[in-house]
């Protein structure tokens, strides 16, 4: 028996406690090795020895294990049924428990009963059952010794409970304690809790927490109750029992009232609690959490709960602790690491309660929109929406608009931002160049903003994690060149503004890529270099005379450093020479480099003197040498604005080099004359004058007399007119001229940017002269265009994205002009998929570029006719025109100025006045406009479509995101009152005309050039107002005094000289300043941008519902309007205008159900009984082609205003009651007016009309169906009885309309239009669940008899039966018949079914004849 004694296989699986696994492994482990020496077995001639080893266990001495025999079950079943059989049972069980106490006495062998026994059995019979209970825990399992067996055990836990752990490393106490876990059966649970809620009060703390924790595996559920209160009284006593007291709460089946007593009465110690015990508190409150308190609790929570008031003790405790300790630096790294580790754990605990409760997530929301006070907000607020936005996809969208809102108001602010991310700084550092990697833009962007602010706010502790920020060097492929600039700006300013260690590794990283990628023949590649080499040199050479924030204490640039950034730009400029667009692109980013940052002055002296050499030589010829060559074209100089002598003046010398360009580049030769010169491009034109002209402006502070000479000198072109020669002109010569015009244009371009600030009166006259040829120029480049289809100008932007861009070329061209003019032109790279190739240029006008079949038809009649060429928007060649600078809109501001002409002795000989025109300002206006667009405008109204580049959008606005959104706002404010000059003068300008018009429409001037060009201007001005006032950065606090400001501009052309006004005031004043100037719109955009500039406005105001009547007035007077026709379209209204502006007056109105009662009810009908081309007399608006718009908008406002009204309930005053069963009538009236319109509308002329209106009928018929079913079914539930004619009546109008629904499900059949049919599936449900919900109505209202039922047949709008193949051998009979009152689920592909709600004398009528 003794023999085959083993050693368990798996120690730690034996017991369930680290103690009891730790006494096998020790003492067995050394007897094992003695051989067995003192293995001997316990003799004693007591019943208990007797009766245990009979039944299979036999007792061992010393400190081994007891021998199990027999399975352990077989075990418990012998023993039970030995005493339960013994002749003196039950005297027995007295015996056997009295030798149980005077064998435990011994101390070791009461140890051996509490270890696990040693299992006899061979490998074989044991596989399964590895692991062996205690003695005393298998005497537990028998009920009749476990009462007795309990009560011995917690009379000996007295011995051992102030006793010290043994000397092997067992606690008695705990071992005791595991006896009693997981026990199959307790006999007498109540006296078991009674015994141990009793030594828990007398235990050392020590115990006290072992022995709470382990109540749950001891208890049963019935104890729970008891328990949960004994231990909720002690948790007041005893606080430091609060952790394992809230961990068996949460384990505890209680009452709701017990666990919030609990909740409230930990929530008030919360604020002075341990950090290690917070998580486990939070845990708790979270876990008690329900629906009808989850916002009060977490109110509360949010309250109390301090991060920064658990979080600092630890930090400044383990800081303390460091300067105490020098020396034993980990005592104080693990009292900082286990602040750590509980906040991480703190935000588990949080984290996994917002994933699995939507409740939670919600009521934490909820609490932190409540919070309206600045001070009020914590640093938990912030981390709690980025963990809620991280685990709960569903709520993104909320927790974004929650920051928007919380930000614009000034709730969060910089300050809460930095008190939540300073104490994790390198993860925050991480986390950003984890974005920064992702290759997602819009991450991208975002991050590396937020990257440089914090190298400005705290550089010195930037340069700390700087070996992080510079691996992402190795993902510059995926980034765009404005991001490229931030990147290398951010890393410049980390390895150059102050030494530091890493300081030289990062300069050499920077170099090599820099070298690396300039040397690359792709410009791609060499375009990375560029910029990455001009910012690290803006860095290194700015200007020191001033300390700034980052170079504290720096002198002037010394002679290494000078040395180092004219030797890193010559490096630049002799690897881009060979590229002209990678010269190009030098120029503008040293340009931009020297406009944007204070270079020093060494640096500037060297750049002005190579630069004025270098562009003198290579652009600038003397006037009276004429170029002579072989030119397709005789060569003149044009556009100079001085008298020059013959020998005397200078000229641009643009076209010779622009044919010497296209010479060498189509394969030509050159003479020896020729090819020694350096050959420049004239791509290098505009951008290297820039360059100049920067530079002059910052060495003479704004002073540009040295180059003046270029504003006024006159251009080596030819003539540009084309006249008859147009059409017999090659493809290459009309590219030539075109690409001529592209490079004259940006030639004056940059120009007017230059001088545009110069204040003389004489200059200002040449600006204006410069600005009326650019618009002279475009017109005759518009014609060019028009006859080179498929031309590709030349670049003006040089980034990435403008290099890859072709302009959008739909233009349409008579077959006449094609056959004349073979495909060609200055062909490039991107050639090949010119046509095909998407347009992100294009921003409004696509009608003028891409017209329909039909339209081009017309076109080339036209053609024929007239022999005229078509248009072509500029607009889709945004990206080839250079970028005008903000100051060039300081042009506004001019009125009249005078030019004073002098005579050979300097006196004045005449003066000329000359002023701003309409071409010249609708010119300026709609680039503002354009600019505006770009930086203003919210993300989300200019969403880029599903995989289209974000970034093409941002092609020719490379200067102006230089800027920032606040910076150009603010720039705008500054142009408000001259702006609101010329808008004044318009309006005077349509005042005049339309009196001398006496308000006829089509009178005299109204078609002509210059009352479209003032048109224009109109709308481009209320389109920037609109632009600037929808700003949503007004929303925030640091620009409150800019939205002040340009509302007192507003505010002051109505009463002028009224300072300090409140908001409010500024708002109301501004608002009627713009409203007045309705009487004089000239179109319908104009009406639409006044209409959203005043809706804008009004959403400032803190009481918008005064001046809501007034948008809703204006909004009908402009439908009501009388509007000219336009040449593209016949109502000269685009859809989407007017979709826009009569989903406005619908919103706005008083009345939503009346006013399209009027347009269904009143205008339609007039529009029927009209001719052809007519509109209705009341809504001029509306006409047979704009008709879908109307009907599609009258039921989405109609679906949407049933929709808000809120469903009535059984409380509700009678008088609300009847309020809102009128509602519903005047609802059901008008959708029963809009669906038979569709019956009016079904013929063959308007066909295509009939088909839009049935789409939108389907899809918005079956949400109005919905919300009937929602709002309205609630309503006539309790208000039957009451108002029985009335609801009945109601019902029997909507059936009309259901049906009507039914069989525009079988018209969709007919036409087979999945747009149609898609919509059937729901709608056919929709239907059935609404035939149900009215008999469960009449039910409940015990008016069963009301209802029948009966099959619909499948008929067309027009009433027709759709004959199909299950429905031939039906008759009509039988669903004349059929009086069952369930619903028929067999017919539901073929037959729709519909209630038939009246009173007694109705419900008699045939189904059939109804149809």
Same mark, same amino acid.
């Given at each position: 028996?003794?023999?085959?004694?083993r050693l368990?296989?798996?120690?730690?699986?034996?017991?369930?406690?680290?103690?009891?696994?730790?006494?096998?492994?020790?003492?067995?482990?050394?007897?094992?090795k003695?051989s067995?020496?003192?293995?001997?077995?316990?003799e004693?001639?007591?019943v208990?020895?007797?009766?245990?080893?009979?039944?299979g266990?036999?007792?061992?001495?010393?400190e081994?294990?007891?021998?199990?025999?027999?399975?352990?079950?077989?075990?418990?079943?012998?023993?039970?049924q030995?005493?339960?059989?013994h002749p003196?049972?039950p005297?027995?069980?007295?015996?056997?428990?009295?030798?149980?106490?005077?064998?435990?006495?011994?101390?070791?062998?009461?140890?051996?009963?509490?270890?696990?026994?040693?299992?006899?059995?061979?490998e074989?019979?044991?596989?399964?059952?590895?692991?062996c209970?205690?003695?005393?825990?298998?005497l537990?399992?028998?009920d009749?010794?476990q009462?007795?067996?309990?009560n011995?055990?917690?009379?000996?836990l007295?011995e051992?409970?102030?006793?010290?752990?043994?000397?092997?490393?067992l606690?008695?106490?705990?071992?005791?304690?595991?006896?009693?876990?997981?026990?199959d059966r307790?006999?007498?649970?109540?006296?078991?809790?009674t015994?141990?809620?009793?030594?828990?009060?007398?235990a050392?703390?020590?115990?006290?927490?072992?022995?709470?924790?382990?109540?749950?595996?001891?208890?049963?559920d019935?104890?729970?109750?008891?328990?949960?209160?004994?231990?909720?009284?002690?948790?007041?006593?005893?606080?430091l029992l609060?952790?394992?007291?809230?961990?068996?709460l949460?384990?505890?089946?209680?009452?709701?009232?017990?666990?919030?007593?609990?909740r409230?009465?930990?929530?008030?110690?919360?604020?002075?609690?341990?950090?290690d015990?917070l998580?486990?508190?939070?845990?708790?409150?979270?876990?008690?959490?329900?629906?009808?308190?989850?916002l009060?609790?977490?109110?509360?929570l949010?309250?109390?709960?301090d991060l920064q008031?658990?979080?600092?003790?630890?930090?400044?405790?383990?800081?303390?602790?460091?300067v105490k300790?020098?020396?034993?630096?980990?005592?104080?790294?693990?009292?900082?690491?286990s602040?750590?580790?509980?906040?991480i754990l703190?935000?588990?605990?949080?984290?996994?309660?917002?994933r699995?409760?939507?409740?939670?997530?919600?009521?934490?929301?909820?609490?932190i929109?409540n919070t309206?006070?600045?001070?009020?907000h914590?640093?938990l607020?912030?981390?709690?929406l980025?963990?809620?936005?991280?685990?709960?996809?569903?709520?993104?969208?909320?927790i974004?608009?929650?920051?928007r809102?919380?930000?614009?108001s000034?709730?969060?602010?910089?300050?809460?931002?930095?008190?939540?991310?300073?104490?994790?700084?390198?993860?925050?550092?991480g986390?950003?160049?984890?974005?920064?990697?992702?290759?997602?833009e819009?991450e991208?962007?975002?991050?590396?903003d937020?990257?440089?602010d914090?190298?400005?706010?705290?550089?010195?502790?930037?340069?700390?994690?700087a070996?992080?920020?510079?691996?992402?060097?190795?993902?510059l492929?995926n980034?765009s060149?404005?991001q490229?600039r931030?990147?290398?700006?951010?890393?410049?300013?980390?390895a150059f503004?102050?030494?530091?260690?890493?300081?030289?590794?990062?300069?050499?990283d920077?170099?090599?890529?820099?070298r690396?990628?300039l040397s690359?023949?792709?410009f791609?590649?060499?375009?990375?270099g560029?910029?990455?080499?001009?910012t690290m040199?803006?860095?290194?050479?700015?200007?020191?005379s001033?300390?700034s924030s980052?170079?504290?204490?720096?002198?002037?640039l010394?002679?290494?450093?000078?040395?180092?950034?004219?030797?890193l730009?010559?490096?630049?400029h002799?690897?881009s020479?060979q590229s002209?667009?990678?010269?190009?692109?030098?120029?503008?980013?040293?340009?931009?480099?020297?406009?944007?940052?204070k270079?020093?002055?060494q640096?500037?002296?060297?750049?002005?003197?190579?630069?004025?050499?270098?562009?003198?030589d290579?652009?600038?010829?003397?006037?009276?040498?004429?170029?002579e060559?072989?030119?397709?074209f005789?060569?003149?100089?044009?556009?100079?604005?001085?008298?020059y002598?013959s020998c005397?003046?200078?000229?641009?010398?643009?076209?010779?080099?622009?044919?010497?360009r296209?010479?060498?580049?189509?394969?030509?030769?050159?003479?020896?004359?020729?090819?020694d010169?350096?050959?420049?491009?004239p791509?290098?034109?505009?951008?290297?004058?820039r360059?100049?002209?920067?530079?002059?402006?910052r060495?003479?502070?704004?002073n540009?007399?040295?180059?003046?000479?270029?504003?006024?000198?006159?251009?080596f072109?030819?003539?540009?007119?084309?006249?008859?020669?147009?059409e017999?002109?090659?493809?290459?010569?009309?590219?030539?001229i075109?690409?001529?015009i592209f490079?004259?244009?940006?030639?004056?371009?940059?120009v007017?940017n230059?001088?545009?600030?110069?204040t003389?009166?004489?200059?200002?006259?040449?600006?204006?002269?410069?600005?009326?040829?650019i618009v002279?120029?475009?017109?005759?480049?518009?014609?060019?265009?028009?006859?080179?289809?498929?031309?590709?100008p030349p670049?003006a932007?040089?980034d990435?994205?403008t290099?890859e861009?072709t302009p959008?070329?739909?233009?349409?061209?008579?077959?006449?002009i094609?056959?004349?003019?073979?495909?060609?032109?200055?062909k490039?790279?991107a050639?090949?998929?010119?046509?095909?190739?998407?347009?992100?240029?294009?921003?409004?006008?696509?009608s003028?570029c891409?017209?329909?079949?039909?339209?081009?038809?017309?076109?080339?009649?036209?053609?024929r006719?007239?022999?005229?060429k078509t248009?072509?928007?500029?607009q889709?060649?945004?990206?080839?025109?250079?970028?005008?600078?903000?100051?060039?809109?300081?042009?506004?501001?001019?009125?009249?100025?005078?030019?004073?002409?002098?005579?050979?002795?300097?006196?004045?000989?005449a003066?000329?006045?000359v002023?701003?025109?309409? !071409? @010249?300002?609708?010119?300026? &206006?709609?680039?503002?406009?354009?600019? +505006?667009? *770009?930086? %203003?405008? /919210?993300?989300?109204?200019?969403r880029?479509p599903f995989l289209k580049?974000?970034?093409?959008?941002?092609?020719?606005?490379?200067?102006?995101?230089?800027r920032?959104?606040?910076?150009?706002?603010?720039?705008?404010?500054q142009?408000l009152?001259?702006?609101?000059?010329h808008?004044?003068?318009?309006?005077?300008?349509?005042?005049?005309?339309t009196a001398?018009?006496?308000?006829?429409?089509?009178?005299?001037g109204?078609?002509?050039?210059?009352?479209?060009?003032?048109?224009?201007?109109y709308?481009?001005?209320?389109?920037?107002?609109h632009?600037?006032?929808?700003?949503?950065g007004?929303?925030q !606090? @640091?620009n409150?005094?800019l &939205?002040?400001?340009?509302?007192?501009? +507003?505010a *002051?052309? %109505?009463? /002028?000289?009224?300072?300090?006004?409140?908001l409010?005031?500024?708002l109301?004043?501004?608002?009627?300043y713009?409203?007045?100037f309705h009487l004089?719109?000239?179109?319908?955009?104009?009406?639409?941008?006044?209409?959203?500039?005043?809706?804008?406005i009004?959403?400032?105001?803190?009481?918008?519902?005064?001046?809501?009547?007034?948008?809703?007035?204006?909004?009908?007077?402009?439908l009501f309007?009388?509007?000219?026709?336009?040449?593209?379209?016949?109502?000269?209204?685009p859809?989407?205008?007017?979709?826009?502006?009569?989903?406005?007056?619908?919103?706005?109105?008083?009345?939503v159900?009346?006013?399209i009662?009027?347009?269904a009810?009143?205008g339609?009908?007039e529009?029927?009984?009209?001719?052809?081309?007519?509109?209705?007399?009341?809504?001029?608006?509306?006409?047979r082609h704009?008709?879908?718009?109307f009907?599609h908008?009258?039921?989405?406002?109609?679906?949407?205003?049933?929709?808000?009204?809120?469903?009535?309930?059984a409380a509700?005053s009678?008088q609300?009651?009847?309020e809102k069963?009128l509602?519903w009538?005047m609802?059901?009236?008008d959708f029963?007016i809009?669906?038979?319109?569709?019956?009016?509308?079904?013929?063959?002329?308007?066909?295509?009309?009939?088909?839009?209106?049935?789409?939108?009928l389907?899809?918005?018929g079956r949400?109005?169906?919905?919300?009937?079913?929602?709002?309205?079914?609630?309503?006539?539930d309790?208000?039957?009885r009451?108002?029985?004619?009335?609801?009945l009546?109601?019902?029997?109008?909507f059936?009309?309309n259901?049906?009507?629904?039914?069989?525009l499900?079988?018209?969709?059949?007919?036409h087979?239009?999945?747009?149609?049919?898609?919509h059937?599936?729901?709608?056919?449900?929709?239907?059935?669940l609404l035939?149900?919900r009215?008999?469960a109505m009449?039910?409940?209202?015990?008016?069963?008899?009301a209802?029948?039922?009966?099959?619909?047949?499948?008929?067309?709008?027009?009433?027709e039966e759709?004959?199909?193949?299950?429905?031939?051998?039906?008759?009509?009979?039988?669903?004349?018949d059929?009086t069952s009152s369930?619903?028929?689920?067999?017919?539901?592909?073929?037959?729709?079914?519909?209630?038939?709600?009246?009173?007694?004398?109705?419900?008699?009528?045939?189904?059939?004849?109804?149809?």
């Open positions: 028996m003794v023999s085959k004694r368990p296989t798996s120690e730690d699986k034996e017991n369930l406690t680290e103690d009891a696994s730790k006494a096998r492994k020790q003492p067995l482990s050394k007897k094992t003695k067995h020496v003192h293995n001997e077995v316990e004693n001639n007591s208990f020895v007797k009766l245990l080893k009979t039944s266990i036999t007792l061992k001495t010393g081994n294990q007891n021998q199990l025999a027999v399975d352990q079950i077989i075990f418990q079943r012998k023993l039970f030995t005493l339960r059989k003196s049972y005297k027995i069980i007295e015996e056997f428990v009295s030798g149980l106490e005077s064998y435990i006495e011994d101390q070791n062998s009461f140890r051996n009963c509490l270890l696990s026994c040693e299992h006899l059995q061979d074989e019979a044991s596989m399964g059952t590895s692991y209970k205690s003695l005393i825990k298998l537990l399992g028998i009749i010794l009462p007795a067996i309990i011995i055990l917690f009379e000996k007295p051992f409970i102030f006793k010290n752990v043994n000397s092997d490393g606690s008695m106490p705990r071992l005791i304690i595991n006896q009693l876990k997981w026990l307790v006999v007498d649970s109540k006296d078991l809790t015994k141990i809620m009793q030594l828990i009060s007398i050392p703390v020590y115990l006290q927490h072992d022995f709470v924790t382990s109540l749950p595996e001891i208890l049963g019935s104890q729970h109750a008891d328990v949960g209160k004994e231990l909720s009284d002690l948790l007041t006593e005893n606080t609060t952790v394992p007291i809230l961990d068996v949460s384990s505890l089946q209680l009452e709701p009232k017990l666990l919030t007593k609990v409230q009465l930990v929530m008030g110690k919360l604020s002075s609690v341990m950090l015990d998580p486990m508190i939070i845990k708790f409150i979270l876990h008690s959490i329900r629906a009808t308190d989850a009060e609790v977490i109110s509360e949010r309250e109390k709960l008031h658990c979080i600092l003790p630890s930090l400044l405790q383990a800081s303390q602790s460091k300790n020098k020396g034993q630096k980990s005592s104080s790294g693990n009292q900082e690491n602040g750590q580790d509980c906040v703190l935000f588990d605990v949080i984290k996994s309660a917002v699995y409760e939507k409740i939670i997530s919600e009521a934490w929301i909820k609490a929109e309206t006070s600045v001070s009020e914590k640093v607020d912030l981390a709690m980025f963990i809620i936005y991280s685990t709960n996809t569903q709520t993104k969208k909320c974004e608009r929650v920051l809102n919380k930000i614009r000034g709730c969060f602010q910089e300050q809460l931002l930095q008190s939540t991310f300073y104490i994790h700084y390198l993860e925050v550092i986390a950003l160049v984890t974005h920064i990697c992702s290759g997602n819009a991208v962007d975002t991050a590396l937020v990257l440089l914090l190298v400005v706010l705290n550089p010195s502790a930037m340069r700390l994690n070996v992080f920020v510079k691996g992402i060097l190795d993902y492929d980034m060149p404005q490229i931030k990147l290398f700006y951010i890393l410049s300013t980390l503004s102050k030494q530091h260690e890493a300081s030289s590794h990062i300069q050499d920077m170099h090599l890529v820099i690396k990628q690359s023949t792709m791609k590649y060499k375009l990375t560029i910029i990455g080499a001009v040199a803006g860095i290194i050479a700015a200007d020191r001033r300390s980052l170079t504290p204490g720096r002198g002037d010394s002679s290494e450093q000078c040395t180092q950034v004219t030797s730009l010559q490096l630049v002799s690897c020479e002209p667009q990678a010269s190009a692109l030098y120029y503008d980013e040293f340009a931009n480099l020297i406009q944007g940052r270079l020093a002055p640096v500037l002296e060297w750049a002005g003197q190579t630069i004025f050499n270098d562009f003198q290579a652009f600038v010829v003397d006037i009276c040498v004429v170029p060559g072989d030119y397709p005789p060569v003149k100089a044009l556009y100079g604005l001085e008298d002598d005397d003046g200078i000229a641009i010398n643009l076209l010779p080099l622009l044919f010497s296209d010479f060498v580049k189509d394969g030509g030769r050159l003479t020896s004359q020729e090819s010169q350096k050959l420049v491009s791509l290098c034109l505009a951008p290297y004058f360059l100049l002209r920067l530079c002059v402006d060495q003479h502070n704004g540009l007399e040295e180059i003046d000479g270029l504003l006024d000198c006159p251009i072109l030819t003539d540009l007119e084309p006249g008859e020669r147009l017999s002109m090659s493809v290459k010569e009309r590219s030539f075109c690409s001529l490079l004259t244009l940006n030639w004056f371009r940059e007017v230059a001088f545009c600030r110069q003389l009166p004489e200059m200002k006259v040449k600006v204006l002269t410069r600005l009326k040829h002279e120029l475009q017109q005759l480049l518009e014609k060019h265009l028009a006859v080179t289809p498929d031309y590709v670049l932007n040089f990435l994205e290099s861009v959008h070329t739909s233009t349409a061209v008579s077959a006449k094609r056959i004349q003019g073979n495909l060609g032109g200055r490039r790279k050639d090949g998929n010119k046509t095909s190739s998407p347009d992100p240029l294009s921003k409004e006008d696509n003028e891409d017209p329909a079949p039909s339209d081009r038809s017309q076109l080339e009649k036209e053609f006719g007239k022999e005229e248009s072509v928007s500029l889709n060649y945004h990206a080839f025109f250079r970028e005008l600078d903000l100051e060039v809109f300081s042009i506004l501001h001019c009125g009249l100025v005078t030019k004073f002409i002098l005579d050979t002795e300097m006196h004045t000989e003066t000329e006045v002023q701003l025109q309409p !071409p @010249e300002l609708l010119f300026l &206006l709609e680039d503002l406009a354009q600019k +505006l667009e *770009n930086m %203003l405008t /919210p993300s989300v109204t200019r880029v580049s974000k970034g093409n959008r941002n092609i020719g606005f490379s200067h102006l995101h230089q920032s959104a606040s910076e150009i706002a603010h720039s705008v404010v142009l009152s001259p702006m609101c000059n808008l004044e003068n318009i309006h005077n300008y349509f005042q005049c005309l001398k018009n006496h308000d006829v429409v089509d009178g005299p109204i078609k002509g050039q210059e009352y479209d060009i003032m048109s224009s201007c709308q481009r001005l209320l389109q920037i107002l632009g600037l006032f929808a700003w949503n007004f929303f !606090p @640091e409150i005094n &939205l002040y400001s340009a509302l007192e501009v +507003l *002051n052309r %109505l009463k /002028p000289g009224e300072p300090d006004q409140a409010e005031e500024l109301s004043q501004s608002f009627h713009l409203q007045n004089s719109i000239p179109s319908f955009q104009c009406a639409l941008y006044l209409i959203r500039l005043l809706m804008v009004l959403e400032k105001s803190t009481a918008p519902t005064q001046n809501k009547g007034k948008i809703a007035s204006l909004a009908r007077q402009f309007r009388v509007w000219p026709s336009g040449e593209k379209e016949k109502s000269g209204i859809n989407d205008q007017l979709q826009a502006l009569l989903s406005i007056y619908l919103e706005h109105t008083d009345s159900l009346k006013a009662e009027e347009i009810g009143v339609v009908p529009l029927i009984s009209s001719p052809k081309e007519a509109s209705s007399s009341t809504f001029p608006t509306l006409t704009t008709f879908v718009i009907f908008v009258m039921m989405a406002e109609l679906e949407k205003t049933v929709k808000g009204l809120q469903a009535g309930t509700d009678e609300i009651h009847e069963l509602y009538n609802a059901v009236r029963s809009l669906i038979n319109l569709i019956k009016v509308f079904d013929s063959r002329p308007v066909l295509h009309v009939c088909l839009k209106c049935v789409s939108s389907l899809q918005y949400l109005f169906v919905e919300a009937f079913l929602k709002q309205c079914m609630p309503l006539l309790f208000s039957f009451k108002h029985r004619e009335d609801v009546s109601l019902l029997e109008t059936q009309l259901t049906r009507l629904l039914h069989h499900c079988g018209h969709s059949k007919i087979q239009d999945t747009k149609l049919t898609k059937v599936p729901l709608l056919k449900k929709t239907l059935e035939v149900c009215v008999k009449l039910i409940l209202n015990n008016c069963r008899e209802f029948w039922l009966g099959n619909l047949k499948n008929r067309d709008l027009q009433g759709i004959i199909s193949q299950n429905s031939q051998e039906s008759t009509a009979d039988e669903s004349e059929d369930q619903v028929s689920k067999s017919k539901g592909t073929e037959d729709g079914e519909e209630d038939e709600a009246s009173d007694g004398e109705k419900e008699q009528e045939s189904d059939d004849d109804s149809d």
